[in-house]
């Protein structure tokens, strides 16, 4: 199957620090990229959903200015959290849909963010 | 607004038992159903994908079931083993609704010896 790549696997900072969060489709060409986050015990919520060469489409109440999502290329998106604070924290993941697309979207395998 | 719901929260069972794990969704208009497992701290791995016009799909020891009709998926194990330990997440993606998916809840599984 298609396989997903996200980086860093964890990270932790500190309170005030931005955090790039890479996610990449290693053997095809994702059109559309989507960003889930997961808080501790409970399901994924998407973030924003991301298109190659366009402006990211965000989910209500997902602050724009706050979680930056670049999609320059078919094979990788990043998730920049700016300003991180501790409630940000979280398990971020991101999801890709191949352009040949057969109903089924890949995940990469999340990273964790961890904000003193 | 899909909103997807799963049943039960939690579930512990001994090894070798069967057991039916509930999914329901509010709108039936859907593309696909699929379900995930999740482990403690990691990703999701792929169990099942179920299309709208299909009734159900195995794999394994596991069979998913769909009714769009009603709004409800079922996963099934059989034979459950420890190593089934784990979050198991279903996920609705509605048509026209830009190939998003829509999580569950969750149902978190604990096989016990």
């Known amino acids: 199957g298609a396989v997903v790549s996200q980086h860093p696997s964890w990270v932790i900072c500190k309170s005030g620090t931005s955090v790039k969060i890479e996610c990449r489709s290693l053997d095809f060409q994702a059109t559309t990229i989507f960003w889930y986050r997961q808080f501790p015990k409970q399901s994924l919520m998407l973030m924003a959903t991301s298109n190659e060469g366009s402006k990211a489409t965000y989910e209500q109440g997902v602050e724009k200015d706050k979680f930056l999502i670049n999609h320059a290329s078919l094979t990788l998106s990043t998730l920049t959290v700016t300003s991180a604070h501790p409630e940000d924290s979280s398990f971020y993941i991101c999801s890709a849909l191949p352009g040949q697309y057969t109903g089924e979207l890949f995940f990469g395998e999340g990273s964790r963010l961890t904000v003193l | 607004k899909q909103e997807v719901t799963q049943i039960p929260a939690a579930l512990s069972v001994p090894e070798g038992e069967n057991l039916v794990l509930n999914c329901s969704f509010t709108d039936s208009a859907i593309y696909n159903l699929q379900w995930f497992r999740q482990d403690p701290g990691k990703g999701l791995t792929s169990l099942l994908l179920i299309q709208s016009s299909q009734r159900e799909q195995t794999s394994g020891r596991l069979n998913a079931s769909l009714d769009k009709s009603s709004g409800r998926s079922t996963l099934y194990i059989a034979a459950s083993q420890p190593g089934d330990s784990a979050t198991y997440l279903c996920?609705?993606?509605?048509?026209?609704?830009?190939?998003?998916?829509?999580f569950g809840t969750g149902t978190q599984l604990k096989v016990e010896l």
């Open positions: 996920a609705a993606q509605v048509t026209g609704g830009g190939n998003k998916l829509t």
